[in-house]
């Protein structure tokens, strides 16, 4: 059994595109897109589009991410205040952008599960046990570790930290997949996990892969993703530029002041920018 295992496109519609060219070549029985395909990015509708064409072509299933899940809290609450507003345009940007297939949304499952014989099961969700927003790191004592996956799977899939991973504990193996559009390992070629059965064990690669990051970079300035989401898009565009995680950062040193009032939130990230050179 072949199966193949992608996540965090973040509307990265390039690097999706050398992603799937890889995927079909390989021809895999299986392939799961492990959440996060939208926002962050550019182009969510096209890349929601796209793999809304190969889920029904060709059977390709989906697990729901925090963004999935964020969108889809967007519409359904407004913003608490203006500061608010502020600091979630990008994600209203990306709501507006696929509003007209927010459909295709419908029914994502937050896990999926499967087997084959010897080999065991597998067990895909993008964050963990604890939900789609805590992600597996190597940091993780064993005893984290142990509460975040699940206690059948022979093999834990994950995703969320845009790091890959392989890990094991107890004869069991975790797997994270990184990101196809926006790693944050240093490396800022896109990654896809391809499993096979063999042997009765599941064995696994990550794929890096390059992809034409100068139209992703025209994507970001020309679709006003940058320019209309909010100072907060400036901070995921050099995110994506650098393949280095900056929210985190930024949230330490500017989110507390901002929330209070005591500091603006364009400055914020002016100054937090500054620092970065």
Request: net charge negative; with cysteine.
């Amino acid at each position: 059994m072949k199966v193949a295992i992608f996540s965090d496109v973040q509307a990265n519609l390039p690097a999706m595109e050398v992603a799937i060219e890889r995927i079909l070549a390989w021809h895999p029985d299986l392939v799961i897109m492990d959440g996060d395909l939208l926002n962050r990015g550019p182009n969510s509708l096209a890349c929601l589009e796209r793999f809304d064409a190969l889920r029904r072509a060709h059977g390709w299933l989906p697990v729901q991410g925090n963004h999935e899940t964020w969108i889809q809290r967007c519409r359904e609450q407004p913003p608490r205040s203006a500061l608010d507003a502020e600091m979630r345009r990008f994600a209203d940007w990306t709501l507006e952008q696929v509003r007209p297939r927010l459909d295709a949304l419908h029914g994502w499952p937050d896990h999926l599960c499967f087997d084959h014989g010897r080999a065991g099961w597998v067990h895909v969700t993008h964050g963990s046990m604890l939900g789609n927003r805590h992600g597996i790191t190597a940091r993780l004592s064993d005893a984290e570790l142990r509460e975040a996956m699940a206690p059948e799977a022979a093999l834990f899939v994950t995703a969320h930290t845009h790091r890959p991973l392989s890990r094991w504990i107890d004869g069991r193996a975790v797997l994270n997949v990184g990101s196809v559009g926006s790693p944050f390992d240093g490396d800022p070629r896109g990654s896809l996990a391809l499993l096979q059965a063999r042997g009765g064990r599941w064995r696994w690669t990550i794929e890096r892969f390059d992809y034409d990051r100068e139209r992703a970079r025209r994507d970001f300035l020309d679709s006003g993703f940058i320019e209309d989401g909010g100072p907060l898009a400036r901070i995921l565009y050099e995110e994506w530029s650098r393949a280095r995680s900056l929210m985190p950062r930024w949230r330490r040193e500017f989110e507390a002041p901002v929330l209070a009032g005591d500091c603006d939130l364009a400055q914020s990230v002016e100054r937090f920018l500054q620092d970065l050179d």
